[in-house]
């Protein structure tokens, strides 16, 4: 049986300024060396989860256990936070007229010079930031000081790795690099990661488990590939694969038949092919994406989205065979 090292049990902390702000009543826990994804809108209490797991925040309700500990509040000790976690913000807390290499070296002690030099190359190294050591934090791009903060909440070795929108200062090019590096280590390392974003393609592409948070509460928990084509909830589907949504009228001009109240499907759940099922559609718009485009289908008046592979094969104001392969009733 896999080790749980965090156990949230009944969190609730709401902040008087504002209304429904805060989170409400969740609970989870998390296997040692796993990978969290923590997803959900701007506002939706992702971030006060996160310091609430670290110690940062007193909680109204509930408890936070590190290994079966209670984690302390910081009303109930002198420095806030746990000692075996770390945690980077999207401030990162550099010092920022410092070299990268003393911003990361100055966490270790100096009881072995010799150790603490070759731990924090290596954390460098992981983390290919190795080249910039001897310059100043603030010569430094947004991406660049991402790594050191990481590299610097890593080297203390810290069993707990929390992150607080990684990737919102870092440019697309860097982005996948960076998530890579990150599953990588956790991997070698054996450091549990619990991360908050709100972009969807971070906990699909990094996590062993999605958390999903709407409004304070937790909404679904499970694998990426399971809450992506199980949703429990329509926000589910439509934070994580921007799914076309229905009402039951709708959906019976496509020739679904249906008795729930919205039927709710993505765009590549859509074949763009002729079949005994399949219906008519005009091409109403063609948007580039890259390896692939988006077809905007336009049937009695309902409008759907589709996935073109082969680039050029339709075009606008063409006429098109399709069918929703499967779809998700709510």
Request: aromatic letters at 6%; charged letters at 25%.
């Amino acid at each position: 049986m896999e080790e749980q090292i965090i156990s949230v049990r009944n969190l609730s902390k709401q902040y008087q300024t504002e209304q429904a702000s805060g989170i409400q009543n969740i609970s989870f826990e998390i296997k040692k060396g796993s990978i969290v994804a923590i997803i959900g809108e701007s506002g939706s209490g992702k971030s006060t989860l996160l310091k609430s797991i670290y110690g940062l925040l007193k909680v109204d309700d509930g408890e936070v256990l590190y290994n079966g500990k209670r984690v302390l509040g910081p009303d109930e000790q002198l420095i806030p936070g746990h000692k075996e976690m770390k945690m980077v913000t999207q401030d990162f807390s550099l010092n920022i007229y410092a070299k990268v290499y003393d911003n990361i070296a100055s966490m270790l002690s100096n009881t072995n010079v010799q150790t603490k030099h070759e731990k924090t190359m290596e954390m460098m190294r992981h983390l290919h930031i190795d080249h910039l050591k001897d310059k100043k934090i603030v010569t430094l791009s947004g991406g660049e000081q991402q790594r050191v903060a990481i590299a610097r909440a890593l080297v203390s070795d810290i069993s707990v790795l929390l992150l607080d929108e990684p990737f919102s200062q870092v440019d697309a090019l860097l982005k996948n690099q960076l998530r890579a590096d990150i599953k990588r280590i956790a991997a070698d390392t054996g450091v549990t990661v619990i991360m908050v974003s709100h972009d969807p393609a971070d906990g699909l592409f990094l996590s062993d488990e999605l958390l999903i948070i709407k409004d304070g509460r937790l909404l679904q928990r499970g694998s990426p590939s399971q809450i992506y084509n199980h949703p429990d909830h329509i926000y589910t589907a439509q934070i994580l694969g921007n799914a076309i949504v229905l009402q039951a009228a709708e959906a019976e001009k496509l020739g679904i038949q249906t008795d729930a109240a919205q039927v709710v499907f993505y765009p590549e759940w859509v074949e763009l092919k002729s079949s005994w099922n399949s219906r008519r559609f005009e091409v109403k718009d063609v948007y580039y994406k890259g390896f692939y485009e988006e077809l905007l289908l336009e049937r009695n008046g309902v409008v759907i989205r589709a996935v073109q592979l082969n680039r050029g094969e339709h075009k606008k104001n063409d006429h098109v065979q399709a069918n929703i392969s499967q779809f998700l009733t709510f």
